[in-house]
C-alpha cells in the first residue's frame, strides 16, 4: 500500500494540480477580442423639432463622451468598466454590425456609427420594430450606459 510519505506526495500534487488549474480558469476568463482592436461608437438621434441633438461616443477603452452640437468639442461624461466595453463588443459582434445596412431615415432618426480598425458602418433607422433586436438591444445597452 501507500506509505505515509506517498500519501503526502500525492495530496500535493494533487493540491499543486488543483491551483494551477484554478489559475489557468482565471487566466482564461473572457479575454475577448476588445484587445484585438479598438473601436469608436457614435451614437444619438437627428431631426426633431429643434434638430438640436447631442452626439455621444463610447471608446473601447471605456471612456463615454458627449457633443452637445457640431461646433463644440467633445467632453467627458464618465468611464465604463472593461466589463462592459466587453458587453458591447460583445453585441456589435452578435448583431454582424459590420456588414448591417440600414438607412431609414424619418424626421427623427436614430443611428450607430461604428469606426474601428477592421470596418466602419453607420445604421440609421426611425422604427425599432423594423431592425434587428440585436441591433436593438446594442441600442438600448449604449442609451443605459450614459443614463448610469
Request: glycine share 4%.
Amino acid at each position: 500500500m501507500f506509505t505515509g510519505n506517498s500519501i503526502k506526495i500525492i495530496r500535493q500534487m494533487l493540491l499543486i494540480s488543483l491551483l494551477l488549474f484554478m489559475f489557468s480558469c482565471s487566466t482564461n476568463r473572457k479575454v475577448l477580442a476588445i484587445d484585438a482592436y479598438t473601436f469608436e461608437i457614435f451614437f444619438g438621434s437627428t431631426g426633431g423639432f429643434t434638430n438640436i441633438n447631442p452626439v455621444f461616443m463610447v471608446k473601447s477603452n471605456g471612456e463615454v463622451l458627449k457633443k452637445d452640437n457640431s461646433s463644440s468639442a467633445p467632453y467627458p461624461l464618465k468611464r465604463i468598466s472593461r466589463s462592459a466595453t466587453d458587453t458591447l463588443y460583445m453585441l456589435i459582434r452578435g448583431s454582424n454590425f459590420a456588414r448591417l445596412k440600414i438607412n431609414q431615415i424619418s424626421n427623427f432618426t436614430n443611428y450607430i456609427e461604428i469606426k474601428s480598425e477592421k470596418f466602419n458602418n453607420k445604421v440609421m433607422w426611425f422604427n425599432d420594430s423594423q431592425i434587428p433586436v440585436e441591433l436593438k438591444k446594442l441600442h438600448d445597452t449604449l442609451v443605459n450606459t450614459i443614463k448610469k
